[in-house]
């Protein structure tokens, strides 16, 4: 058997077929635009279906494909008539419409309410507030709208007419109870809303069905091929990165920074989701998930690369060559907030400014470098000793994205927040997680754990050293005072 698994994102969309030994067999990745209408972008979903069939086409006309399963982003949602046509675009999660929305529905509830049910506080980015901004703003569309999909249950929908949503995306509307598994008829009755309107919620890993016949002729499907129901990007990387236990967490260390961990307790003290943690059901039966967030990880590198170095290298071979042989060991003494694109969990102030503090005219342009990788830990080892407060402890961590490729930097990350950092063999963790899904769902394997050994290859791992852990808590002390020294400044 192999296992086909996409990602689909805001403007790409990437596969990989898996053979049932883990192998891969393919990999395409291709780009496609937002929609433009007025001043607004939304997910272009008809140009996301064109490219998922004609990569689905492409792999099956090299290799057999006996099961597919989709990731995708989460929050954004199509809007479906009785006919099932589109009438309204997947508005981008930080499209702001939907704020009123979400004040209105914190008042009516209450947040305590709110999020011991659904599992996060109202905010704009939810599918629930931008469907009451629809309902409230273009009433003429709202009173055609028969169905409500996320982007994974729409293609699967389209895939194999049949609509099913996971636990892990359906949290992310803002109206799934997550301890009772189905969307809160409560909720979505004081609105005129009815549960129905939603896909059918299922486990993650739930087999939904046979692809189309009519779409197997169209794309030259051999055989059988099978739906296995995807879940939310940052759960499929989880689980692709090894994540199956309480204490387990993956980091990937991409634009934005997100660690994504398991516990086994539903919190219920509402003073986590106002610091920014999301409780969202996990994969595995009986656990939960939050994200962790620092909006500056690569970005805050790519800005000191381009934006004040314009990439400059010396006589090294590229600018990460040059600018870590200059690094020198131990703390820069240096304290940096990252918050160069406003600040996430724990402190959720979008008007957070990023800093240096310490400079002198002895500080290089590495010692600058250094500082970053220093202040990016420490968010990170801040928001762990936060959230710990609500259940949630993390033992180990599991690097993806371009932070991941540096090796100095993921030392640091481990001797900084304690805990050991491995690597994977691909970044894509998020398409081996959809693999072991599919291995899981098709009966090649009785559990998650199981098929976890064949899929994920593991790279490297950095172990944290106690003399660097010691050397950074005089510097890591003043970094916790940081933000609140300088907030009022902003």
Partial sequence: ?????????????????????????????????????????????DAVWKHLK???????????VSSV???????????LDEDDNVIFYPMIYTDPRGEREADAVLERFGGEYLFNVTGVLPQSMYSLYKLLWIKNNRPEIFKKGAKVALNCDYLGFLLT????????????????????????????????????????????GSVVGKIRQELKEELSLKGDCTLVLGSHDQVCAA??????????????????????????????????????????????????????LNYSCGSTVNWLR??????????????????????????????????????????????????????????????????????TAME????????????????????????ANSEKWLKLKAS??????????????????CAIMQAVAMGQFASFEEAAGTFIVYGNEYTPENAVYRAYEGQYKKYKKLYQTVKEMY
């Fill in 1 to 45: 058997m192999n296992y086909l698994s996409f990602d689909v994102g805001t403007t790409c969309c990437k596969c990989q077929l898996f053979s049932e030994k883990g192998e891969i067999l393919e990999y395409l990745s291709e780009e496609y635009d937002f929609r433009r209408e007025g001043e607004y972008s939304y997910v272009d979903i």
């Fill in 161 to 204: 007419g049949k609509r099913v949503i996971d636990y892990g995306l359906a949290a992310r509307t803002g109206v799934f109870d997550i301890a009772e598994k189905r969307f809160s008829d409560e909720i979505l009755g004081e609105y005129g809303l009815s549960s129905s309107m939603f896909s059918s919620p299922a486990p993650t």
């Fill in 54 to 64: 004609g990569m689905l086409k492409e792999v099956a006309s090299r290799h057999e």
């Fill in 380 to 403: 990170m080892r801040l928001n762990s000793e936060v959230s710990s407060a609500y259940g949630v402890n993390i033992k180990s961590l599991v690097a993806t994205g371009g932070g």
């Fill in 416 to 433: 900084i927040q304690n805990v050991p950092v491995k690597t994977l063999r691909s970044s894509e963790g998020g398409l081996c997680g």
């Fill in 69 to 79: 399963c989709i990731s995708s982003f989460g929050e954004s949602f199509v809007l």
């Fill in 239 to 292: 689980l692709g990165a090894g994540v199956l236990k309480e204490g387990d967490a993956v980091d990937g260390m991409g634009t934005v920074e997100c660690i994504t961990t398991v516990f086994s307790k539903k919190p219920t003290d509402v003073n986590m989701g106002l610091q920014g943690y999301c409780c969202v059901p996990y994969a595995v039966d009986g656990l939960y998930c939050t994200y962790i």
């Fill in 306 to 375: 381009k934006g004040i170095m314009h990439g400059y290298k010396g006589e090294e071979k590229d600018f990460f060559t040059y600018i870590e042989k200059g690094m020198k060991d131990g703390p820069t003494g240096i304290l940096m907030l990252p918050y160069l694109g406003g600040a996430s969990t724990p402190f959720q102030n979008v008007n957070a400014k990023g800093c240096f503090l310490n400079l002198t005219t002895d500080t290089t342009d590495s010692d600058i470098y250094k500082a970053v990788m220093e202040g």
